[in-house]
């Protein structure tokens, strides 16, 4: 059987990586509710913001556990399906990587165990000072990793260095690779869509509360928070996807028009598709429904300068269209679908009538899939869009494949990760159902003294001991201990 190595590498990286990317944006998300949670807790003393930041932590610890085992598979694949990939950018991404292990991972690793573990035994200013630094490690890694994903988009600050019959990239300019065109533009959208889900997931749960009439004053305060800041992230993606588009224009005009269905240049505006299906052998996008000129006045700011087509492009050069704009699409139209929820829940939240909407309260609670949808389809679009380039006008995807791997062995390898991650989202999914089943602690019990001093112990363990007890502090020595 002859197997396409290429395209079997291709489908085995892009597996393990949608299924990692399930648990970071959630990391980043949920970190975020988490520190808004804690600091009105530090900020008003009431335990039931307590509750809420301990009983989030738990499901925080679960799913960050579960994506760094996700993401060890991802290290390996570099080195045996992507060789040459790894040997033309090593210079490059040992920066970017190597950045994101000292000044995120050990972050967010080293305050871990004080976040979980640490809520009875550190003081309250401690921990929340911890929740804190966990959330920044968390948003530091996804910043190096962008930066690194970036620059195969757009690759800057770098030269290249030819020994042998080898070719690789070099830095030149350590802050122009940071900086890339496409990085800052793209991890501002990464970090709002992983805020959309981490928002989404806390109103999931809350609202599966309040139907449930289970605790429902906690609910009620997690739930506003949700809705709060997943309104507010929802109205900035939609600028930081405009900007992001605009970028993609101008440095990478032939994904833009692989987003849009956009083969040919025309000598007028250019319409932008809402809706339709692209048909790559005519070259049209069918059933389509298009807003006149309106591609144009987005990219361009007026109503008269055409968008480049795919015309423009070497044939050998242009990305397929079909997954590129369906998944565009997919991913813009959620984008909508969010701002107009959360709008209407916040305008139902101001009439005192939100929690008595069933209706709504379900639809928050079967919205939590939309934006991990929205997240996974976004990254489709862009490294589908991407292509045929694995870094973008310089090494083909084709090119950057191991030349000592077999496809049996790739295709063998794909089936092991299927069995392993499916079984590690089975677990993910059983451990997280049992705490969102057994919910929030009694936010009275968690009404402790904010210190307690050693005379308080020393008078709890006389309590405890009893008055006839040798430990007690009412014990006289010249008193006979009972038999």
């Known amino acids: 059987m002859d197997l396409d190595v290429v395209m079997l590498s291709r489908l085995q990286f892009a597996l393990t990586i949608m299924v990692h990317y399930l648990f970071p944006p959630l990391s980043i998300g949920l970190g975020a509710q988490m520190v808004l949670m804690e600091g009105a807790f530090l900020r008003t003393k009431d335990p039931r913001w307590e509750a809420l ?42 920066s970017a990587l190597a950045s994101e292990g000292i000044f995120a991972f050990f972050l967010e690793s080293g305050f871990l165990a004080v976040l979980v573990f640490g809520w009875d035994r550190v003081g309250p200013k401690m921990h929340f000072f ?31 260095v030819t020994e042998g019959d080898r070719t690789r990239a070099e830095i030149t300019d350590f802050w122009a690779m940071v900086f890339n065109p496409s990085a800052m533009h793209r991890l501002g959208h990464v970090l709002l869509g992983a805020f959309i889900l981490g928002a989404f997931f806390v109103m999931s749960i809350s609202a599966y509360y309040l139907l449930k009439r289970r605790h429902e ?36 005009p032939a994904k833009l028009a692989a987003f849009e269905g956009h083969w040919r240049t025309g000598e007028g505006p250019t319409d932008l598709y809402a809706i339709g299906w692209p048909d790559e052998e005519a070259e049209e996008v069918r059933f389509g429904v298009a807003m006149p000129g309106m591609l144009t006045f987005l990219v361009h700011g007026d109503f008269s300068t055409p968008v480049e087509g795919l015309d423009q492009t070497p044939a050998d050069a242009r990305p397929p269209v079909v997954i590129p704009f369906l998944t565009y699409h997919v991913m813009v139209g959620l984008g909508m679908y969010f701002i107009g929820l959360t709008l209407l829940g916040l305008f139902l ?37 991407r292509q045929p380039w694995v870094v973008y006008g310089l090494l083909r995807t084709t090119d950057a494949v ?11 390898s794909i089936l092991l990760f299927g069995f392993i991650y499916l ?61």
């Not at 630094?133 to 620059?151: E, Y």
């Not at 639809?363 to 939590?368: A, K, T």
């Not at 191991?402 to 063998?412: F, M, N, R």
């Open 53 to 94: 930041a301990r009983f989030f932590t738990k499901l925080f610890a679960v799913n960050f556990a579960v994506g760094v085992a996700t993401g060890i598979v991802m290290e390996f694949e570099f080195g045996t399906n992507w060789a040459t990939y790894s040997r033309f950018v090593g210079d490059v991404f040992g």
């Open 217 to 252: 004053e906690l609910a009620r305060r997690s739930f506003t928070v949700g809705l709060v800041f997943a309104a507010v992230s929802s109205l900035l993606i939609l600028v930081s996807g405009h900007s992001q588009a605009v970028a993609v224009a101008e440095n990478q």
């Open 349 to 385: 939240l101001w009439r005192k009538t939100l929690f008595q909407r069933r209706w709504l309260l379900w639809l928050f609670v079967l919205s939590v899939p939309a934006p991990y949808i929205a997240n996974q389809a976004g990254w489709v679009a862009t490294e589908v869009g």
């Open 130 to 160: 911890s929740t804190l630094m966990v959330f920044t490690g968390s948003v530091f890694s996804s910043v190096w990793i962008v930066i690194a994903n970036s620059w195969m988009h757009t690759p800057a600050g770098f030269h290249l």
């Open 423 to 483: 079984a590690l989202f089975a677990l993910w999914l059983v451990v997280m159902n049992e705490k969102i089943q057994h919910g929030p602690e009694d936010p009275a019990e968690l009404a402790t003294p904010e210190t307690t001093t050693q005379s308080d112990l020393l008078k709890a363990a006389s309590r405890l001991s009893g008055p006839s007890s040798p430990y007690s502090l009412t014990h006289s020595e010249g008193e006979e201990e009972e038999p």
């Open 402 to 412: 191991s030349k000592s791997i077999a496809g049996e062995e790739v295709l063998g």
